[in-house]
């Protein structure tokens, strides 16, 4: 497993650039065409290509689909390896890329092996679908996921689990972005500052008034985290913009965050607002995870070792399955922390264990 993590890992991955992530692409498509797996590389003119691997159950078994999903795209730029090695150092291997989430289509490749050695047949058909823009957003995927997703019995979702402990993640919040953009009218600041409409102040009324809508026991936030404007301080401003990060844990909040900003009102006199955006992910919700986690925690108990579970306050591509309805279980890929840090690690002994974990879910769930 490491050896191929390796291998993996050394080939750097950077969501922008897509020499790189078809070169990704096509090693992985090695590795499951290697498994005797129908491997379809799916071409991108701009992104990096996903890649979709099937698995088919044997014929005599129930018909269905499960999508055991992934990004191989890292936020690392091109060149980290050099200050950033693969390295082990004791219990843990460190690389760009490796916790989140090459680890976990290691794991996901060994399940399949796993299984195929042991001569267990898949309950449903297996499908692979590893993209390669998850880390800017999915853009170039969230059509492929939903639509694979929809044919789907259940979704599991290989992003790293949560801290040293392995949690799995049974919840996520939603995440949003909007650009709160304010028109004023520029005017000479001393000569006839009252007829010039002062976008930043505006702006900055506007915030106070969001900044109201935070509602951390319910775990609404609302954040105004990036602010341009203005040109010249003898000139009062025309023009003002925030971006404002969202983030909610279910759907109900979402939308009513949504509605209130577009619902925004100018205050002063003159000034006009504008809103782009809004939520990107909705929110993956515990009711649709409740159901695999229950059987996730049977096998682990079985194979010896105890599961927990946590919410994250990060979305995934999982958040896009579980809003339509279709169970999601996500966290079941690397064990360890640091993700997106200079520190990224996977604890190596949880890999095996891990994979073990998904092979019986892949059997029986
Ligand atoms: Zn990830």
Known sequence: MLDTLRKLTLLESPSLEKPLLDRCCDFLADLWLGRGSLVHVLKQSVRGNHLRAVWPSSPSRRRGQLLILGHYDTVYPAGTLQHMPFRRAGPKVFGPGTFDMKAGIVQALFALEALQQLRIPARKNLVFLWTSDEETGSAASRR?????????????????ALGPQGLLKTSRKGVGEVHLIVRGHASHAGLAPERG??????????????????????????????????????????????????????????????????ALKPIHKGAR????????????????????FACAQRIAKQLGFRLGEAAAG???????????????????????????SPDEYVLVQAMPQRAALLAALLATC
């Open 314 to 340: 990060g979305g995934s591509d999982g958040n896009f399955t579980a809003a339509l309805g279709i169970p999601t279980l996500d966290g079941l890929g690397a064990v360890g922390d640091g993700a997106h």
């Open 197 to 262: 409409v002062n976008a930043i102040h505006e702006l900055a009324r506007q915030i106070a008034r969001i900044e109201g809508w935070n509602d951390h026991r319910r775990g609404v936030s609302v954040h105004a985290n990036l602010i341009q404007g203005g040109t010249r301080t003898n000139v009062t401003a025309d023009y003002a913009e925030a971006r404002v990060d969202l983030r909610a844990w279910k759907q109900a909040d979402m939308r009513s965050l949504e509605r209130r900003m577009h």
């Open 144 to 160: 492929l996921i939903e639509t694979e997703a929809r044919q789907s019995d259940a979704v599991l979702v290989l992003e790293p």
């Open 273 to 292: 607002l504008e809103l782009r955006g809004g939520f990107n992910r909705p929110p993956l919700e515990r009711r649709h995870s409740s159901a695999l």
